[in-house]
C-alpha cells in the first residue's frame, strides 16, 4: 500500500443516513473510551478476531456493509470505533495500538480504515493528517461517502474543529497476527463509557 489511499461515492446515501442513525442511538455511544490524545471526542470500541465478525455483525448489523468493504483479506484482528468530533474537539499525534491492552507485544496495524459517515459544511479543521516520522505525507479533507486506507504505522493526527455539527466517522485498525499474538485477543468484546456496560466480552 502506498500511504494512503480514498475511494468514493461507496455506499448509498440510505446506507449512510441509516448508520449515522444507528451509531448515534446505540446504548454504548458515549464519551469516548480512547485514550487522551482523543480530546472532545464520543465513540465505543468493538476488539474482534476475525473468527468473532459473525458476532459483530449479529449485534451491530449496520456495520456489516462497511467490513465487507472495509477489511483487508490477509488481517486477522480488528479494532472497531466510530468517532464523532464536534467543535472543539481534535485528536492529537498518536500511532495505533489499541490491541496492545490485550496483547503487549503487538505491532501497528497493517492498516487503519476510516469512513465518513458525515461531515458538517462549511466544515474548518477537521483534516485527517498523516506522517512518517517527522515527513507530513498526507492531509486529508473529510468528505462524505469517502473510504480511505492508510498505513498503520504512520503517525496520525485530526486537526482540531472550527465548525460547530458533526464530523462522524467509522474507523478500523486491521491487524495481521501471529498464532501466539491472536490467542490474546478476544473473539469479540465491547468497550464503552455507558454506564449500562462498561465491558462486554465473550471469548472462546
Known amino acids: 500500500m502506498p500511504y494512503y489511499r480514498q475511494q468514493k461515492d461507496v455506499f448509498s446515501e440510505a446506507y449512510l443516513t441509516d448508520l449515522r442513525g444507528q451509531i448515534c442511538a446505540c446504548r454504548y455511544f458515549a464519551v469516548n473510551n480512547l485514550n487522551r490524545d482523543f480530546v472532545g471526542t464520543k465513540g465505543f470500541s468493538i476488539a474482534f478476531r476475525h473468527s468473532g465478525r459473525s458476532q459483530v455483525e449479529a449485534q451491530f448489523p449496520y456495520f456489516k ?3 465487507d468493504q472495509a477489511l ?7 479494532y472497531l470505533n466510530p468517532l464523532l468530533l464536534k467543535g472543539g474537539s ?3 499525534p498518536h500511532i495505533d495500538r489499541s490491541l496492545r491492552s490485550y496483547c503487549k507485544t503487538i505491532e501497528p496495524p497493517s492498516c487503519v480504515s476510516v469512513l465518513y459517515v458525515q461531515v458538517p459544511e462549511p466544515l474548518q479543521g477537521g483534516d485527517l493528517v ?3 516520522h517527522r515527513q507530513q505525507v498526507g492531509q486529508i ?3 462524505v461517502n469517502t473510504l480511505v486506507w492508510f498505513q498503520g504505522d ?3 493526527s485530526i486537526n482540531g474543529m472550527k465548525t460547530e455539527g458533526d464530523r462522524l466517522s467509522l474507523v478500523c485498525e486491521q491487524y495481521r497476527l501471529c498464532d501466539r499474538e491472536l490467542h ?3 473473539e469479540f468484546t465491547i468497550e464503552s463509557r455507558a454506564k449500562i456496560e462498561s465491558r462486554t ?3 472462546k
Open 184 to 186: 490474546d485477543i478476544p
Open 65 to 67: 456493509p462497511y467490513l
Open 141 to 143: 479533507r473529510p468528505r
Open 154 to 156: 504512520l503517525t496520525h
Open 201 to 203: 466480552r465473550v471469548t
Open 90 to 92: 481534535r485528536v492529537d
Open 130 to 132: 498523516l506522517r512518517n
Open 72 to 78: 483487508q483479506p490477509d488481517c486477522n484482528a480488528f
